[in-house]
């Protein structure tokens, strides 16, 4: 069961709250995902934790956080909740209609650049990224190879 109150209104509490409710829930990266979840809703980042742990947050930016948090708990996923997701470097958004990239896939990048690279040393190097879902693939890819 969740907690019923509110979480406590400074930048460490929130975490602390948030660290709680998400172990609660048996969530494995209990920790690591509350921090993304408050640093995302309150527009911190983990200096602030460090160097500002009692910076009093906003009643509207710790809904935003409970709500995010609870949807987490139901099993909601955390990159689902905040909209975006680093990729190979890359901040993708995400919506409903798109593919959540895995880390398995950013290996795939990894695997294939080497090869992409003396490709281009040779010439010119095309890549398609065609019916794979968001095109993160491609767009990392471009990143490593702008010329491709």
Known sequence: ???????????AALLA????RLTQAGLEE????????????????????????????????IRGVTAAVERRARGVPVHRIIGQRDF?????????????PRPDTEALVELVLPALREIARE???RILDLGTGTGAIALALLKELPHA
């Open 88 to 100: 190979h470097g890359i901040t993708l958004k995400l919506s409903r209609e798109t593919l959540d």
């Open 123 to 125: 010439g010119a190097c």
């Open 1 to 11: 069961m969740g907690e019923a109150r509110v979480p406590p209104g400074t930048l």
């Open 30 to 61: 209990a920790a690591f995902e509350a921090r993304l979840l408050v640093e995302h809703f309150t527009g911190t980042d983990r200096t602030a934790a460090l160097s500002d742990p009692d910076r009093v947050i906003a009643d509207e930016q």
């Open 17 to 20: 709250w948030a660290r709680r």
